[in-house]
């Protein structure tokens, strides 16, 4: 081992601190020179690892750039560097705030690394390490792109650091970076070093979730049925929120069972302030008198620096209260400094409980011994989603202090609505996949051009990690392909000779393409089929297995008994009820399942072992399709006409209707056969396509010359000036941000106007969906609207969605802003939240800069300028 890993790790035994073996084995990979993956779970000290490709760097004389998801971790991350290292060494750069920029050691944004790598910036040159944290966050729907892109264009003489949580497809993973980087250190580490035990509140005591053999807690299980049992007869009210005494007797709990610090996940900005006031109310103190001393002291070297208006806008006054007596809140919508406070109070011992958003998830440094989670879902921006069993995982993971704890925990709040199997399912440690969201934009496409041939930036293109993945898939999808036709073959020989008068398959492809049959014919049809159905209720029999749609979807299962209603055991392992008038379909017979003899199925490993004989039964057939026929309509079976299959003699046997339902799983593999056809087709080159349909709409924008006569003598593509503005632009809504510069209603606006039309380039919907009153601020925005439809026109006929939806709610307050108006009344004028607010100037910062440097005439240059200064007119901005 050389001296500088050494003396590394000499530094770490010396504050009493031995590293873990995987950190070592990272640690040697570094040293031989080689990228490295490090996948392992929350806390374990992934970290320990990026701070060594820091000593590297500067032992080495090299620069190290250190990404982060989000501003608050580079921000976080920023500070603790320069503690340790000094100001002088560490410098921040994230977009909207600029220190230091020629340090060696730079905390920034994944996008602002992107940005640098795209616009070849020279201090790149000088790049030998780079650490992407949280890399996993490639699989993000909008933000995910941006890792890829930043993996795809490093040099190859700067080594990659990649931190990651535990994936499920590591291997598929360091598999690409492998075939993009080259040689790559896979560092995997399953092990927590403060053992987590997971529980459930219910009622008034806290359950295990799992027992010592790790299967699920059996006084859990007992008392989630008595309270089942009690609510279906009545005698138990239904809880679909949790109320104020709830929380406090948790919080009392915790207390009496020494489980403090903690925090206590709520997924709503509104519910955590709520919560917060509550214990206020409450008369709720955590803090002794020495604590609340030191936290006053904090909170006074805050208050010096606001005004009394700024102090009423964030609301000083109502977070000092609940800081003092030792609780707070975390989440995106409060001020920063506030926030950044709380983390800081919570690192030092004195807060003891914060409610939190998941923000807290995605890795601020706020370690605690307990973790309360109030739900299992989460709101995603559009709607509330199931937790995944990835995003459960790190949100525990905050449990359990390493130096501090001997154990960690976890308390799950019992609902109504919590179903403890699928809750001891997430904290099994399963982990899902990592699945790229990677596509082209039209500033990935303009940037690549600029300096790469058209078909060198389209093979760019197909080495990201969403082909690698898809070329994987397509072998898979063309093995279900080859089984189908070698499945539909045999069948045929069989069909052919099921109708005396001529040939079935002839006819039933000929009876594919008809048109849909007359209203008489699908009338007798609907009829036919309600029979088939109540044949087969009548039919079914216990021990049987059935494939068959509930309202319209498919289900499997075996029936245990009959009567008015089928009872079921379905293919998870649920014993579930099927009345009649929920079947859409017939109960398809697959045959018998052997079931346990002697033993109950209501013991749930009695059903996993039925469900597991289930799903070994019906495998084969989920996988080709063989059922999705049944999920169809009944219209299906109506007899259809037209000159083609009048003329084909199988169209008037009088058994026509026999040989139809004959050969429904035929029909059926066909259907499957198609679709997975189509999907073969979409998978191959896929974002090649897409890089091809992207390019395509720029082309036909003007922004370059397609073919041939577009191309220089080195075969580089000839880029018009839109182009090159939009190489400059870093948003969601790119193109259309050049599109509208040209408009003559932007350029007749003032600074202070020009800031608040921006703002609905932001395209966050939190800041309002109304239309700006100032009648110059309404006609830009129109011209905006005139734009993007024009877009979206041009981009739903050529295949893709690119350009994010503006919204123009914050016009009217970011003018305001930007013409003095303090921030009190801004936040009056336009309900949003402060930390909001804060929020967006940031980015809106960031966004006139931008066109500071594309802006396509002096004046407007100078326009951004004005109003960039007007905006940035606050210290904490």
Known sequence: MDLVASHFIDEYAARGIHLDAFQLEAIEALNGDEDVLVCAPTGAGKTVVAEYAVELALARSARCVYTAPIKALSNQKYRDLAEDLGEDTVGLLTGDQTINRDAPILVVTTEVLRNMLFQRDDMIRDVGYVVLDEVHYLA???????????????????????????????????????????????????????????????????????????????????????????????????????????????????????????IHFIFSRKGCDRAVGDLLDGGVSLTSKEEATRIRRRLRELREELTEEDQRAVRFGFW???????????????????????????????????????????????????????????????????????????????????????????????????????????????????????????????????????????????????????????????????????????????????????????????????????????????????????????????????????????EYGVVLSLGRRLRLINIYGEMVWLAHDELSSELRDLGTIEMPFGVSPKKPEVREQIADDMYAAIAEREELGQDRDLMGSWDRFAVRSNPELEAHPVHHCPELAEHIEQASEYIALEASLRELEELSESFDESVAKEFDATAAVLARLGYFQPGESGRTDSGMVKLAAGASMLRGVHNEADLLIVQSLSEKQLAELTPAEFAGVCSAYLCDRRLGVNVPTHPRLRAAWSAINRNLDFLLDMEAAHGIARTAQPYPGGMDAFMAWAGGA????????????????????????????????IAPAEYLGETARQARDLVRRWEWL
């Open 140 to 262: 993000d729907e909008f933000r995910g792109p941006v890792w890829e892109e930043v993996i795809l264009q490093l040099p190859e003489r700067t080594r990659l650091v990649s931190l990651s949580a535990t994936i499920s497809n590591v291997e598929e993973f360091s598999g690409w970076l492998r075939s993009v980087r080259g040689p790559t250190g896979v560092v995997v580490s399953t092990v927590r070093p403060v053992p987590l035990l997971q529980h459930v509140a219910v009622s008034r005591k806290l359950h295990p979730l799992f027992d010592a053999d790790g299967d699920i807690s059996q006084r859990l299980l007992q008392a989630d049925a008595k309270l089942a049992e009690r609510n279906e007869s009545g005698g138990y009210r239904r809880r679909r929120t949790t109320s104020v005494a709830r929380r406090k007797r948790v919080l009392t709990q915790l207390a009496e069972r020494d489980l403090l610090p903690a």
């Open 320 to 554: 000092s209260q609940a800081m003092t007596r030792g609780f707070a809140a975390h989440h995106a919508g409060m001020f920063p400094a506030l926030k950044e406070l709380a983390e800081d109070l919570m690192e030092d011992g004195l807060l003891k409980l914060v409610y939190a958003t998941g923000t807290l998830a995605l890795g601020i440094d706020m370690p605690v011994r307990t973790v309360v989670l109030e739900d299992l879902q989460r709101w995603n921006g559009a709607d509330f989603v199931e937790l995944s069993a990835t995003e459960y995982t790190q949100l525990i993971g905050r449990a359990g202090r390493r130096g501090k704890d001997t154990v960690g925990h976890a308390v799950v709040l019992h609902t109504d609505e919590l179903d403890v199997r699928r809750l001891a399912d997430l904290g099994s440690g399963r982990v899902e996949p990592l699945e790229s969201a990677f596509f082209p934009s039209y500033n990935s496409v303009a940037n690549l051009l600029a300096f790469h041939t058209y078909e060198d930036s389209r093979a760019i293109m197909g080495t990201s990690f969403a082909q690698y993945q898809r070329n994987a898939d397509l072998g898979e999808i063309r093995g279900r392909i080859t089984r189908i036709r070698s499945r539909l073959e045999s069948m045929e020989t069989e069909l052919r000779e099921a109708c005396l008068l001529g040939d079935l398959v002839e006819y039933l492809r000929i009876r594919r393409t008809a048109d849909r049959a007359t209203k008489s014919e699908r009338k007798r049809a609907k009829e036919n089929y309600r029979e088939r159905i109540q044949d087969s209720w009548d039919a079914a029999q216990t021990g049987h297995l059935y494939a068959y749609a509930r309202e319209g979807e498919l």
């Open 822 to 853: 303090d921030l009190e009344s801004v936040l009056a004028m336009s309900d949003v939240v402060v930390g909001d607010f804060i929020s967006a100037n940031r980015r809106l910062i960031d966004l006139l800069g931008q066109i500071i440097d």
